[in-house]
């Protein structure tokens, strides 16, 4: 569910207000729909090293929220993702060309005071030396003209669930047993890997540069909230059944929750494509999404 979040003007200043109070809080405080999944899955888990794994989880949780310290050492990239639609008036919004100018700015100040750990490195290939500020964030505009007013998604997304994540060009012909296989796949290969109990977004279709933004996309949605598309959300409980039926389990030491969630979104796409693309969110599933609201909307 979206937090309303005042600011006074749609622009880089107050956008990086917004940032700047959305980071320390998703640092050290479990999303509240992964949270009340786990205490549900503890309750469900027969195995006593799955239940331990999830007691420790949520202790984890208990701690780091109380303490104001982060829920996991890698403190992640930091992904600003925002969303604009039409003003509550159905007038469109402007939007400045420097939107995200002081997001950089504002993740260097938040990691310092609040110290964080840095995980980000100049050049992939080129240069690997720690920037020391956890910068740059990746940023994301996406214009929605059926959303009226203006959403804001803040995630930290550690590299343990990131490097788990896979993108896969299909035969068009494969369909749903092709998806399926490479979803389950993926999850026995590197869900150990990414701290389960996992969430799982996956998306289908698109282009190659696009279908792995839509399948991280797809984390955002709250678990309670079902998939508006009938078809899609018995798919997603194919999937997850699927899924905990492996017995990876929390922490990987066996049971029967491997997963929370799948989210799955689907996109038109090129006749002679399948664009399939996988995204693990981890057990420490850091993120918040805000309706910015003011005279401006």
Known sequence: MAEAF?????????????????????????????????RDSEQKET????QTAIQMLLENARIAAADQ????????????????????????LAIPADIFSLVDPTVRWVWQDNGLRNSLLSDALLNRQNTNSNTPAFTELVLRPSLSGVRLTVMLKGGGSDNASRLEMLNPGDGWPAIRQLVLETVLQKAANACPPLVV????????????????QALIRPLWQENP?????????????AINQTGIGPAGLGGETTALAVHLVTA??????????????????????????????
């Open 201 to 216: 977004g996956v998306a289908v279709g698109s282009t190659f540069d696009k279908v792995a933004a839509l399948a991280k």
């Open 6 to 38: 005042y600011i006074p003007a749609l622009n880089a200043e107050h956008l990086a207000e917004a940032v700047a109070w959305a980071l320390p809080r998703i640092a050290c405080e479990l999303r509240a729909d992964v949270l009340a999944a786990l």
């Open 69 to 92: 310290v982060p829920l996991c050492q890698d403190t992640g990239t930091v992904w600003v993702f925002l969303e604009v639609g039409s003003a509550a008036n159905g007038k469109p």
């Open 229 to 241: 598309n009938p078809h899609l959300a018995e798919l997603e409980t194919e999937l997850l059944e």
């Open 47 to 50: 195995a006593a090293r799955a």
């Open 268 to 297: 038109a796409c090129h006749l002679a494509a399948l664009p399939v693309a996988v995204n693990l969110g981890c057990s420490a599933m850091r993120s918040v999404t805000l309706e910015l609201t003011g005279e401006w909307a």
